[in-house]
């Protein structure tokens, strides 16, 4: 019996007995255990580059309610390349300006839109259940132009054995158990993970002794698109802290901070939730309940995200906390970085220990993440009455000094990890501008017919700016792009010659498929892009 635990949104892959349960394991060169948002994407990453891939989720489709709601320019530029993006910002609400109130006056505000020049926002809210479902149809575009995808609903993996060069999976179905094999298997399967456990593995970390309340509110409301969050909120029985954003189809998502000792029966019940959010909504406020959850949450993770043949990526392998936007963008980031590197290997373009760097590169976007929402947890529910003197004394002079608003911290929103100073990287041989730098990700910027990150792709690619590029169609087999630009032609805004060049008259990048700079020079020869290809394939120089 395969249970159901949840509710569906949207029923995106029934069911189906495929003639593999009836057969011996069949082996698969990529499994994904879990669709969630970092499975889908992962997926329909692989797929698209040529590599078969079979995704078992233990549901039919998306389960119901908000739960992550804000996606950042990062996330939706990994899903443009992915060609999932347009229907998630049409959808979306695209917003920029957040206010930090204190009580009941406002501490200050704080406008997130990026600089000019850049194809997408800088955070849309759009409830999960829709981001996944974007993810979903895409891949069935994916697969009507020949992607090898495919998807089995309500499929359990219910144990899993590491046997050399392959994994065995245990499957159960509602029409009975089955056996596969897997060269690959990527664990997406949440901060539960039953694969973490399987395979006995560990997940440190601290636990925050807290609770928050969340409410999808469906109302009308004259409230502006922005990101709302109190310190003390005035309204009755609020709790510690309370947030409130938009959401597409007149939601808007409200969460109490309630603490720890709580009884969430109790808190569950309709006129206790109703009471809370007429208390600052008002109580002539017309609204309705669309769904509600009080969640807690850990700030962890795993020691390495590879494990022989087993990767772990997304909630699976590491939690934060929901202030910051920084679970379901961080996973995203996760499955960019992983799926080039896997496609490689399964490939045979690179050696199975560019799956380290994998675990190296997102364990230290991981650490980043979870110190800054560490950070804003502290700040959130201080831990002693000296931290709380202080957090409020920084609240209150924040109001009228602006050297005291950098120390509020409601939640540092997300942002794209630099894998600065670690293995993949090549020479940085340019003085060229920090944001640019070896380890970023590529900033965008417009050309003249489009933007820079479009023209960029999924492939690895030489980007000559001012000047040629060495002609080289691949290296070792790995295909290689070239764009050329000149800044007179091409950069009417002069963004590329700000974020790429600034005082340089001209340069030569080498950007990885997952649009991070790999290497950068002044002037390269065949022989730099050979070794800067061989460097980030995890082959040495």
Request: contains cysteine; hydrophobic residues 40%.
């Amino acid at each position: 019996m395969v249970d159901v635990r949840y509710d569906i949104a949207f029923k995106l892959y029934p069911y189906e007995k495929v003639a593999g349960q009836d057969l011996a394991p069949r082996r698969h060169p990529v499994v994904i255990v879990g669709g969630g948002p970092v499975g889908m994407a992962t997926a329909l990453d692989l797929g698209r580059k040529g590599t078969p891939v079979l995704v078992l989720d233990d549901h039919e489709g998306v389960g119901q309610g908000s739960r992550a709601i804000c996606f950042a320019k990062r996330t939706l530029e990994i899903c443009d390349r992915l060609g999932a993006a347009k229907g998630m910002v049409d959808k979306g609400v695209v917003w920029n300006v957040g206010k930090v109130f204190h009580g009941d006056k406002r501490v200050f505000e704080f406008n997130l839109s990026p600089e000019d020049g850049h194809k997408a926002p800088a955070f849309i809210n759009l409830q999960q259940p829709y981001f996944e479902k974007y993810l979903v149809e895409e891949i069935r575009v994916a697969q009507s132009q020949g992607a090898p995808i495919e998807i089995r609903g309500r499929n359990v993996v219910t144990g899993m054995a590491q046997q050399g060069d392959h994994v065995l999976l245990d499957v159960n179905t509602p029409d009975g158990p089955y056996q596969l094999e897997a060269d690959w298997v990527i664990a997406c399967d949440g901060a539960r993970s039953p694969t973490r456990d399987m395979l006995g593995l560990g997940f440190a970390g601290r636990v925050f002794e807290d609770n928050f309340l969340i409410a999808d509110v469906k109302m009308k409301a004259d409230f502006p698109t922005e990101r709302w969050f109190w310190f003390a909120p005035p309204f009755k029985d609020s709790g510690a802290s309370a947030l409130l954003h938009k959401q597409p189809d007149d939601i808007w998502r409200i969460d109490f901070q309630l603490g720890w000792d709580i009884d969430r029966a109790k808190e569950l019940r309709v006129e206790n939730i109703r009471a809370r959010v007429d208390a600052m909504l008002g109580k002539d406020a017309e609204y309705e309940l669309e769904w509600t959850s009080i969640y807690t949450f850990q700030c962890r993770r795993m020691e390495k995200f590879r494990h022989g043949n087993v990767l772990f990526a997304g909630d699976s392998a590491h939690q934060v906390s929901p202030f910051g936007a920084r679970g379901a963008n961080s996973g995203v980031q996760d499955a960019d970085n992983l799926a080039w590197k896997l496609d490689l290997v399964v490939k045979g373009l690179a050696p199975d220990t560019l799956l380290d760097s994998y675990s190296e590169e997102r364990v230290h976007g991981a650490d980043e993440n979870i110190l800054n929402s560490t950070r804003a947890t502290d700040f959130l529910t201080p831990k002693t009455e000296m931290s709380k003197i202080f957090r409020d004394a920084v609240l209150e002079l924040a109001h009228d000094h602006s050297f005291a608003r950098v120390m509020v911290n409601s939640g540092r929103l997300s942002l794209p990890c630099s894998y600065d100073g670690l293995s993949l990287n090549g020479p940085d041989a340019l003085n060229g501008p920090t944001v640019s730098r070896v380890g970023a990700n590529c900033s965008d910027a417009p050309l003249k017919d489009g933007f820079l990150l479009d023209v960029l792709g999924g492939d690895f690619t030489v980007l000559a700016i001012n000047t040629e590029a060495p002609q080289l169609a691949d290296v070792d087999g790995i295909a290689l792009k070239t764009v050329t630009l000149d800044t007179g032609r091409d950069d009417a805004s002069g963004a590329i010659a700000a974020r790429y060049l600034g005082a340089a008259p001209s340069g030569i990048y080498l950007i990885r498929p997952d649009q991070h700079v790999a290497a950068r020079w002044a002037a390269a020869s065949a022989a730099d892009i050979q070794s800067g290809v061989r460097i980030a394939t995890g082959r040495g120089q």
